[in-house]
Structure formats: C-alpha cells, structure tokens
C-alpha cells in the first residue's frame, strides 16, 4: 500500500472521535426516564383487560420510539380511517411527511374447534356474558381461553406482525405504537374488540351463545333464535368522546355502581328477543317492562 495512501487511512481513523462513557448521573437518569415511559405505556390504558392489551403488544417496543407513540395516540387529529375485520387492524398515522403512513396490523385468529370448546364454556356462564355485554372483560371470561389452550389477548413476544409505510423499518415504530394504544382505550369500553381481532364478531359470539342455550328448547319447539337485531360492526370513537369518570373503579370488595336508565335499552338491543318473535308488540311490552323495572332500581338506590 502506498505510504501516503497508509499515512491517510490512519488519521482518519484517529480523528474519528470514540463515543463518550456516560457518567453514572446520566446512566441513572436514563434508567428513570426508561421506567417512567414503561409506566406511562401501561398506565395509557385505564382497565385490567386494556393494560394487558398494550402490554402483549407493545412490550417488545423500544422505550422512547414508545414515548412517541404515545404522543401520537394523544393526537387524535393523527389517527383515522381505523378499520377493524377478523385478524386484523388497518389505520392511517399523519406524521412528518405531508401523506399519513398506512399501518396493518395482523393478528393470528383461533380455530372454529377451539372457538366450540370456547362456546361451551361461555355457555355456563351467563352472569359473565352480562358483564361482557355490560363493558367489563371478567377475569373468569378470560380464564375460559386459557382452559383449552388459548389466549384472548394476542402475544406479540416473538415479533409483531405489523408494518407501516414510513421509513423507520423497526417494529414496532411509533405509527404502529400509537394504533395499539388509541384502540386500547376503546378496549377499555368495548372488549368485544378483542374477540373480533381473534376471529369471532359480537354477532357470531352471541349467537353462538343463544343456539347453545336455547339447544333444548329450540328442538322440543322447533323454534330459531332471532339474530336479526344483532350488529357486527365495532365502532371506534374518539378518545375524547370517551366518560372515563363513569368508568367503574375496579376494586375486590362488593360495590354496585346502577346508573339512570337511558333512551337506548343496551342489553335488550343487544340480546334482542328471545327466539323468533316477530310480533312487534311483543318488543315494544318487553322494552317497556324493562325501563320501568330499570327506572325503578335506579330510583331506589338513590
């Protein structure tokens, strides 16, 4: 090599400046700041069933690449266009570039055997249902899953199977952060959306749960349950729009908490009548009978 050519390639590689040791301070500094973020990540979601959510799926994210998915999420003028089918989650992330990034997330879906097993269990478990239909994921609800061998949370441990159209190639980036906790807050209200992303809409589930309890019934009677009343599709609103101050307070001790009937009767729209009736007079005696029985309970509880 050439003595010139050899003198140059060794100051080069002198003047190259060797990164600096951090100081026992700033090791320490960054070590809090990297605990505060994860207790940030956690704490976004405000439900038993909303942090195990961010947990599964975002535990293999990079501490401050999350930091900025949660900035993202606070910003709901970043996120839109969210579309949620069997499997997975489409949404767009405005972020520096003037065309908001594509994010898609997928999610493995369980087995029609494994979903019958699941059925069957659910089945003898009506006070759950209620509280499923009510908003509240029960402990018990999720124990079932994890009888026959299933998770109804997604585990992204081994890898996350998302991608997004911006430059950063890590999974999860930031875009894909923020997709997971804005929906964690909806998760928070509509646990249903964890059993649409492993494969079995509102609709199906509770259909699947009235055939089954009504098994007997129907065949000494030769009568269908009505699902016509039952809706598949999820809404996802606005983190704003949503009451976390009416949230019930999760707590062990025996606590009621009866709120003032309103116009929308939830559970009857969601159960709807029971096996084919189509006489319309029926409904509106059953609605009736309900509010009052509702209206009733709230006022003495006052």
Not at 73 to 97: C, L, Y
Not at 142 to 152: L, N
Not at 183 to 188: E, G, T
Request: aromatic share 8%.
């Amino acid at each position: 090599m050439d003595n010139r050519k050899k003198e140059f390639l060794e100051n080069r590689r002198s003047s190259k400046k060797k990164p600096e040791k951090k100081t026992e301070y700033e090791r320490r500094r960054t070590h809090e700041e990297v605990e505060q973020i994860k207790k940030d990540l956690i704490n976004y979601a405000k439900t038993s069933w909303g942090k195990e959510w961010i947990y599964h799926n975002l535990q293999i994210g990079r501490p401050f690449r999350m930091q900025r998915g949660i900035d993202y999420a606070n910003d709901e003028k970043r996120i839109d266009n969210i579309s949620i089918t069997k499997g997975q989650i489409f949404a767009t992330v405005q972020g520096t570039a003037p065309t908001p990034y594509r994010v898609k997330i997928n999610f493995d879906t369980i087995e029609d055997e494994s979903w019958k097993k699941i059925i069957q269990k659910l089945s003898k478990q009506p006070l759950n249902l209620i509280k499923l239909l009510e908003g509240i994921l029960p402990l018990e609800f999720i124990k079932s899953f994890e009888e026959i061998g299933q998770e109804i949370f997604p585990n992204a441990l081994n890898g996350l199977d998302a991608s997004c159209s911006c430059p950063d190639k890590a999974i999860p980036c930031k875009h894909i952060a923020s997709v997971i906790l804005y929906l964690s807050r909806v998760i928070d209200f509509n646990p249903f959306l964890l059993l649409e992303l492993r494969g079995k809409p509102k609709n199906e589930l509770l259909e699947d749960l009235s055939l089954k309890t009504f098994k007997e019934d129907n065949k000494r009677y030769n009568l269908t349950t009505d699902s016509k009343n039952l809706s598949s599709k999820i809404s996802v609103p606005k983190i704003s729009d949503l009451n976390y101050e009416n949230m019930k307070k999760e707590s062990n001790a025996l606590n009621f908490n009866i709120k003032k009937p309103g116009r929308i009767l939830e559970i009857i729209e969601n159960i709807g009548n029971p096996y084919d009736v189509e006489n319309k007079s029926f409904e509106i005696v059953l609605k009736r009978i309900y509010f009052k029985v509702s209206n009733s309970t709230y006022k003495m509880s006052l």
